[in-house]
């Protein structure tokens, strides 16, 4: 089962869905979407919860999920 985590749950108006396999894969990507989208080259550890919070298992009947 893969996870994502998607950025409007932290991030207030953000489309981006990023996702991964294990936590860290979907960190990976948080953190590399956070840099090209909101400019954010660091994430505290108070961030890192936040996302981590965020992260869900993909859900199969997420119409995003089938498009891709
Ligand atoms: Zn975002």
């Given at each position: 089962?893969?996870?994502?985590?998607?950025?409007?749950?932290?991030?207030?108006?953000?489309?981006?869905?990023?996702?991964?396999?294990?936590q860290?894969?979907?960190?990976?990507?948080?953190?590399?979407?956070?840099?090209?989208?909101?400019?954010?080259?660091?994430?505290?550890?108070?961030?890192?919860?936040?996302?981590?919070?965020?992260?869900?298992?993909?859900?199969?009947?997420?119409?995003?999920v089938?498009?891709?």
């Open positions: 089962m893969s996870l994502e985590l998607r950025c409007g749950d932290v991030v207030t108006g953000c489309a981006g869905v990023v996702s991964g396999a294990t860290d894969e979907v960190l990976v990507a948080a953190a590399a979407h956070a840099a090209d989208v909101h400019g954010l080259t660091a994430i505290d550890d108070a961030t890192k919860r936040q996302l981590i919070a965020a992260i869900h298992p993909v859900r199969a009947d997420d119409p995003a089938q498009a891709r």
